[in-house]
């Protein structure tokens, strides 16, 4: 019988989130996310509101679980103008070699699909997250530009047996 087990990162890939909430095909319009920094991705259950009801004649109580935030944390490495414009907004302009982006003050509203592969084990997913990206550039001898992200779940996560690289219809 095969051990099966979810381990390591393999890649991480986006598509525009579809209107109807449901998961993106398989094809071209899956992107991978960009090179995630060494040890710095992690998915989250943030703890959910609970609300205890107790009766002041009784020992009944009633608790109530709100929903279950998930996000992801984790750091791109050295991204490209094109990476930084998707994910922070605007867009590079000029010649190849020669190019200029200017960041915005505001983040855009851009909602995405998202596939993380493992090395070894199952695909999660969800059909509707967001990115929320920020800048860490150290500037030293053994600096490198990150860029810190927190990727909302706003829809349910999905694992699933069967997926495998959705850029591949």
């Not at 679980?65 to 000029?94: H, K, N, W």
């Not at 084990?121 to 927190?150: H, Q």
Request: hydrophobic share 35%; aromatic share 8%; glycine share 8%.
């Amino acid at each position: 019988m095969p051990i099966l087990a979810t381990m390591g990162l393999k890649k991480i890939y986006i598509a525009p989130a579809m209107t109807d909430g449901s998961m993106p095909a398989k094809g071209n319009q899956w992107l991978d996310l960009g090179d995630v920094y060494q040890d710095t991705c992690s998915l989250k259950d943030d703890s959910p509101e609970i609300t205890e009801h107790k009766s002041e004649t009784s020992s009944k109580v009633i608790t109530l679980v709100g929903e279950t935030p998930t996000a992801i944390e984790l750091s791109l490495m050295d991204p490209d103008l094109t990476q930084l414009a998707r994910y922070f907004g605007g867009t590079p302009t000029g010649e190849d070699g020669k190019r200029v982006w200017i960041r915005p003050k505001k983040l855009e509203y851009k909602e995405w699909a998202m596939w993380i592969e493992p090395e070894e084990g199952l695909f999660i997913g969800c059909a509707n997250v967001r990115i929320i990206p920020t800048f860490e550039i150290t500037y030293s001898s053994k600096g490198i530009c990150l860029v810190p992200m927190t990727i909302k779940f706003q829809s349910n996560l999905q694992a699933s047996e069967e997926m495998s690289d959705p850029t591949v219809a």
